[in-house]
């Protein structure tokens, strides 16, 4: 009955936590059990206390934080890289869009014929022209702000 009270006990005073009541000292000393088992659980309570703990280095924590801040910082210009090749994507998209247009429609060949010619071409095709090249603009915009949107929220999901 003493023994089976006084079991949930041991390690709580093996270790200090609690003081046993006169009646749980009285039972101890008496009580080979109980003794051999307060015995065993001070033996290892002491073997505890006397392993070492591995300390971490004192740099530990300083290194771990700058290696962080160092990624954090490499990712920032990843972002920044990756956002200003969309942006330079979208531009030649937009200049390779009035060029073939520009070209599709004589508009450069033109500049090597004679002036006269450039302006009879140019009176032809100028309405068509700004209108396309008006077109291809906005096209060139909406394009690159959906890429620059979308990588955007790649990047953001991550
Ligand atoms: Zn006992």
Do not use: Y
């Not at 969309?86 to 450069?108: D, E, K, N, T, Y």
């Not at 095709?125 to 291809?136: A, H, K, P, Y």
Request: hydrophobic share 55%.
């Amino acid at each position: 009955m003493r023994c089976a009270e006084l079991e949930p006990l041991i390690e709580a005073i093996a270790d200090g936590t609690i003081e046993p009541s006169p009646e749980d000292s009285a039972h101890l000393s008496s009580c080979p059990t109980c003794s051999a088992r307060l015995a065993e659980a001070r033996r290892i309570e002491q073997w505890l206390a006397a392993r070492e703990v591995p300390q971490p280095a004192p740099a530990f924590t300083a290194a771990v934080m700058a290696r962080i801040g160092d990624e954090k910082w490499q990712t920032e210009r990843v972002v920044d890289i990756g956002f200003n090749v969309f942006i330079a994507a979208g531009v030649l998209v937009f200049i390779a869009f009035g060029a073939g247009l520009a070209w599709s429609l004589g508009f450069l060949t033109v500049t090597l014929d004679s002036e006269e010619l450039l302006r009879a071409v140019f009176s032809e095709v100028e309405g068509r022209v700004i209108s396309q090249l008006q077109t291809t603009a906005i096209a060139a915009v909406v394009l690159t702000m959906a890429l620059a949107l979308w990588w955007w929220a790649e990047e953001a999901a991550d």
